[in-house]
């Protein structure tokens, strides 16, 4: 069996970085993202649709939506990750049919990150802000600025 | 802090106008500036290792957050700015 590392992955660096310069807090990824290991992979699929059958019930009577972006990590690459968005119960069968795909020895991490949307909320963006060499591909799939000072 | 749009992106699967992401970065900008000085000590120490990066950004419920980053070269950025 391949002995998982105990380095934690260069995805989880950038949020570190990003809390030592002030930008964000490590507490909220720790409270949003939950990983899995590769062993714990049949856990994730068990927890996501726990979570989100609760989701879904809470939705009816809140009117705050929430969904998870599931990311398969690996420890040495924080981009172009396979990620799987589950808003339904369909959906765990995506993340299902991406983690049979992947090699057992992978020495890789499942990313589980709980998103919450206020339902009619008339401000919720998501966008890129692109400073100096543009970092941003063509293929980039979020909306964004590239801005000069 | 910013003076110019260079560049709008909008993904051809967007729903969103070009006019619609303008709009919303306008929104933003008031509060990516209350975080100015803090966003200028990062962008400048990732500009030490000669790169440029990229901020993701959300605002829900009014509340700015900064959710991601992108290098071009990641592992050069987290071995040069974070400690051991």
Not at chain 1, 10 to 20: A, G, I, P, R
Not at chain 1, 35 to 62: D, G, N, P, V
């Amino acid at each position: 069996m391949h002995k998982p590392s105990t380095r934690p992955p260069e995805k989880w660096l950038k949020y570190e970085l990003l809390d030592l310069y002030g930008l964000a807090k490590i507490e909220f990824f720790r409270k949003s993202i939950r990983q899995f290991s590769r062993a714990e992979y049949a856990s994730a699929l068990t927890h996501l649709t726990k979570e989100i059958r609760t989701a879904l019930r809470e939705k009816k009577h809140s009117g705050r939506d929430a969904f998870f972006v599931t990311k398969l990590v690996r420890r040495e690459l924080s981009i172009l990750l396979p990620n799987v968005r589950i808003k339904t119960l369909e959906d765990i069968d995506l993340l299902q049919r991406a983690i049979q795909g992947r090699p057992e020895t992978q020495d890789e991490l499942c990313f589980a990150e709980r998103i919450s949307v206020q339902k009619f909320s008339a401000a919720v963006a998501e966008s890129l802000l692109i400073f100096g060499v543009s970092p941003l591909r063509k293929s980039s799939n979020r909306c964004g600025v590239v801005v000069r000072d | 802090m910013v003076s110019k749009f260079e560049q709008v992106h909008v993904p051809g699967s967007a729903p969103e106008t070009r006019s619609t992401i303008r709009h919303q970065f306008a929104v933003a900008l008031p509060m990516l500036d209350s975080i100015k000085g803090r966003l200028e000590a990062f962008i400048d120490a990732i500009a030490t290792v000669g790169l440029g990066v990229s901020l993701e950004y959300k605002i829900e419920d009014n509340r700015l957050s900064i959710i991601d980053r992108d290098t071009t070269n990641g592992p050069k950025i987290l071995g040069r700015l974070l400690p051991k």
